[in-house]
C-alpha cells in the first residue's frame, strides 16, 4: 500500500465513523440538546438576573455597551466547552461496548473511531454555537462584526471545540466510568470559564486569581471572540488563542492515542 | 494427543505454544492448534478455560505472551493488518451498534470493508434475506431477540466474506429454535467452503457441527481428536436402572456385575457399550423376573468428558 492510498483510506474510515457519529447525535439528540440548553439557560440568567450589577460594576470594561454584548462571547466559548461532556461521554461508552472490539478486529484505520467522535463534536459545538447566538441576538446581542469577522469567530470556535474533543477523548478513554467520564469534563466546563475573562475581566479579580486568569487558555480564547464580535481591537491575542488550541490538541492527541492502544 | 497427519488441505490456523498469563493468572499454559481450510474445529470447555483468550488472541485483538500462530498463512505478529483483513468475528456478547437500524449497521460494515456503494447494499440485502431480517432492517436492535441480534452480527460478520470465522459461544444464552437456526446456518458457511473456529461450553453443539474437537482446561489442550474418537474416550454413556425395592435392585447386580449401584435411588448404572445392541443384551440378561420401574438412558455430556479426559485420564486413554 503506498502512502497516498493508505492516507485516502484513513481518511474514508475517519469519514464513515464521523457519519456513524452524526447518526448517533441525529437518532440521539438529548447530548447535543443538553449543550445548547445549559449555555442557553447561563445567558439568560446573566442578562436578566446577574447581568445588571455585573454590567454596572464594568464600567469601561464594557465600553458603555450593555452587559450583555460583553456577556455572549465569554456564552459562545462556554457552549464550545459545554461538548466535553458528551463528548467524553460517548467517547467511554463506546470504548466500553462489544462493538469497538469488532472494529479493532477488521482491517480498519487505527485512528478512524477516534477521528469520527472529534469530528462528531466539533460538528454539533458548531452547530450548538448557532443556536445560541440567534438565541443571544433574539435577547438584545448587538454584534459589531463584520463578515470578515464572523468567519475569524469560526476560525477561534472550531479549532477550541478541536483541541477540547481530543482532551475530552483522552478523559473519556482514561475514565472507569460514565459518570467519572463527565465528572473529568467538569473543570473544562465550568471551572476554568469561569475563572477567565468570561463573565467579568481578568483585571476585576483578586491578585493571584487575576495572574492565573490571565494565563490560562480559555482567556486568550474569550478576549479574541470578545474583540472580534464588539469590534474591538484584536491585537496578538487571537494568535495566543490559537496557539493554545494548538498545543492543547497536541498534547491530548498523543494522550488519547495512547489511551486508546491500552485499552 | 491426535495428529491430522492424512489432510493434504493447506492449513488455515496454526498455534505453536501460545502462552498467556494476567499477572499471576496463567490463562493460556501452551496451546498448540492446527486447523485445515475448510474444517470446522470446535474448542470446548467450561468458562475460564481460556476459549475466548484464544479466540482474541487469534483475532490480533490482545497480543500473546509466547508461542507462534499464523492465521491464512499470515504470521499474526508480523502482519495482524493481513489477517485482519481475511478473518470475520463474532462472540457471545453482541457487537452491533445499538443506535443504528440493522440495515444500517450492515451498511457501515460494508463501509469500514470500503465495498462499492452498490456492492454494499446488494450484500446487506442478500444478508438480511438470507438470516431472516429484512422486516427489522429498519428498526434498532434494541427491538431485537437474543437470536436476531446474535444474527444482525454474524451477518455483520459476513459482510466481507471472510475466509475464516471465528465464532466464540455463537449459541450461549440462545432459546433451543435460535441454536438450531445458528446450526443451520454454520452448517451453510461450512459448504461454501469456510473455515469456522469454534468455542463452545455444549458437547452437543460440536457434535453437531464440528470435524474435529478439541478439549480445553485450564489453558491446556487435555484432548483432541475427531467428535467420534473424542466421544469413545467418555465412559459417561450408560442405562440408567431404577428398581422399586431393594431386592430387586440385589438381583439385577448379581446379573449385570458391570453396573454400580446407588442404594439411596435404588438405581443401577450400566455402561453402554454401544446401541440398540448393548440395550438388548442388558435386558436379556435381566430377565423377566426383575421389575424394572424405570429405564433411562445416559448420554455422555461435558461433565463425562472432562471426567474422562481431565479427572481421570490414564483410564480414560486406556479404554
Known sequence: MSALSGLTIAAQDSATMLGREVKHTLRFPLLLVSTILSPVVLLLLFVYILGGPIGHGLGNAARGAPYVDFLVPGILMMTVAAGCGPMAINVHTDMAGRFVDRIRAMAVTRGALLTGHVGGSVLRTLVATTVVTVVALLVGFRPKASVADWFAVVGIVAPFSFALAWLSAALGLVA??????????????????????????????????????AHQPFTPVVDSLRALLTGAPLGTTAYLALAWCAAIALVAYLWAQAAFRRT | MDVLTNHATR????VTGLRKAYGEKVVLDGVDLTIGEGEVFALLGPNGAGKTTIVRILSTLIPADAGTATVMGYDLQRDDGAVRGVIGVTGQFSAVDDLLTGEENLLLMGRLLHLPANGRRARAFELLERFDLVEAARQTPATYSAGMKRRLDLAMTLMGRPRLIFLDEPTTGLDPRSRHTMWQIIRDLVGEGVTILLTTQYLEEPDHLADRIAVLDHGRIVAEGTTEELKRRIPGAHFRLRFADAASLDQAARELREGTRDDDDLVLRVPNEGGIRSLRNVLARLGDDVAVEDLSIHTPDLDDVFFAVTGDKSKATTQ
Do not use: D, E, Y
Open chain 1, 176 to 213: 472507569k466510568s460514565v459518570a467519572g467520564a463527565n465528572g473529568s469534563t467538569l473543570p473544562f466546563q465550568f471551572l476554568l470559564p469561569f475563572v477567565s475573562s468570561t463573565f467579568v475581566p481578568a483585571a476585576s479579580m483578586p491578585a493571584g486569581v487575576r495572574w492565573f486568569a
Open chain 2, 11 to 14: 492449513t488455515a490456523v496454526s
